[in-house]
């Protein structure tokens, strides 16, 4: 299936600069789509996920508009043309 | 984001890395240390817990760990005073699958001059880190990770942090740490073997205050030349110890407080240590609303104040455990920060000061050096 990244403007520089990254995905969750994206843009996946695969704290991850801490994580299963936001929380001090 | 400014440095400069809330600081004076320029901010909106300089072999690199809150934790340098900075796409400082996650770097310790490659990073959740090809990866010192005390480590308020890295310089694998709340741990063989060395240090928050680990130990401070002096700032207490840390004796005579977080030693001189006391663990400001650097001429069988200088009125200031460091120099530049933003510095042993900078972010890490 055809997935898109959407990229918050602090991502982007470790995706040469784009904001939309469009992956062909073999597996059907958002865990299968960031496997594929951290193939082609390491930098990126590293600053959403932890070592050991865990979406950071103050990172969201939408499926459309919806969070996938409301869905089924990164389990969240996603269909053909799915749009998937990288942002950071409303954190901050 | 906020315009960065570079420094022009030159080899004999001294230079003051000032790592806050908000980013890095590079301060640069000639070598009569009279006026400091102010470079940075580098990294704006990450906090800097740890930098160092590094000036091993022919380098002149800054080593700093920069920590987003929403992206995670990377160790950069700069062999050009920030200029350009080399950050790694992916974290070379990372947790091996099935364990952790990196939380924050506290620490950047180079090693031994004969290692120039050598380098250690302490990080949050406690553990110790060692790269031996110039940072360009690192490995878990596994010898601490499965230390059998670690289970019963406490986070202490900064999180469960391996603080402090203290590498000996004449004996090869030699480091000694410090975890809060773990205590002093100490290994001889390269981090293979690690034994807990808190013997006499008081835990004034558990049933038994000397127990053999689980201390919150704040910082220690090793002489350069004679290795086996360590100086040692606890929750509650201050300690030396002139066998490397196998004992240490109770050195609180004289000051207003004993509890506090920073300790730094004279560069030349292992009978002269700086602390700022703050008045206690429930108000973690200094004494009275002064700001007051002690220092010991006499291996801590006394302390002075130093007030030339600094705010006498109305200062309760909190200076944090790596705001505190010493260049090199004979007459020893003495700095410290304030989590107020405020940077201070001594050209004359400490007999005064003057403020290099005063609205800084809250001021986590200063180390000085001559480039």
Known sequence: MTVTFHLTGFLRAYAGGAGDVRLEVPGGTVGDALRVLAERHPGVSARVLDEQGVVRRHVNVFVGSQSIRDLNGLATALRDGAEISLLAAVSGG | ?371
Not at chain 2, 184 to 190: A, E, L, M
Not at chain 2, 283 to 304: A, M
Request: hydrophobic share 35%; net charge neutral; charged share 25%.
């Open chain 2, 1 to 371: 984001m906020p315009t960065t400014q570079n420094v022009q440095v030159r080899r004999g400069d001294v230079l003051v890395l000032v790592g806050t809330m908000k980013g890095l600081f590079v301060f640069r004076s000639g070598p009569d240390r009279a006026r400091f320029e102010r470079g940075g901010p580098y990294f704006p909106g990450h906090a800097v817990y740890a930098a160092a300089y590094d000036r091993r072999g022919d380098r002149q690199r800054i080593w700093a760990a920069a920590t987003s809150m929403h992206w995670g934790a990377l160790l950069n340098h700069t062999d050009d005073f920030g200029a350009t900075w080399t950050t790694p796409e992916v974290p070379t400082v990372r947790f091996p699958e099935g364990t952790k996650a990196l939380q924050n770097i506290w620490q950047i310790a180079p090693g031994r001059a004969e290692e120039p490659d050598v380098l250690y990073c302490g990080v949050e959740p406690a553990a110790l880190f060692e790269s031996r090809d110039n940072g360009k990866s690192f490995a878990l010192v596994e010898g601490l990770w499965q230390h059998p005390h670690r289970e019963k480590w406490q986070p202490g308020g900064g999180g469960l942090c391996l603080h402090t890295v203290v590498v000996d310089p004449a004996r090869k694998g030699g480091i000694t740490v410090a975890i809060s709340t773990g205590g002093v741990y100490r290994t001889d063989d390269g981090g293979r073997t690690w034994t807990a060395r808190n013997k006499g240090v008081r835990a004034q928050f558990l049933p038994d205050p000397y127990p053999e680990f689980g201390q919150c130990v704040h910082k220690i401070a090793r002489h350069p030349s004679r290795p086996d002096r360590l100086y040692l700032q606890n929750h509650w207490g201050l300690y030396r110890s002139d066998d490397g840390g196998d004992s240490w004796q109770d050195i609180a005579h004289g000051v207003p407080s004993d509890f506090g977080f920073c300790m730094a030693v004279h560069p030349h001189d292992s009978e002269t240590a700086y602390i700022v006391p703050l008045e206690s663990d429930g108000f973690r400001c200094t004494p009275e609303g002064k700001l007051r650097v002690y220092r010991t001429r006499d291996g801590g069988g006394s302390w002075q104040p130093l007030s030339e200088g600094l705010p006498q009125r109305d200062a309760f200031e909190t200076v944090v455990r790596d705001a505190m460091g010493t260049d090199q120099e004979q007459r020893a530049g003495i700095y410290f920060g304030t989590r107020s933003g405020k940077l201070f510095a001594s050209r004359d042993d400490g007999e005064s000061w003057t403020a290099l900078a005063q609205g800084l972010p809250p001021i986590v890490s200063v180390r000085a050096a001559r480039a």
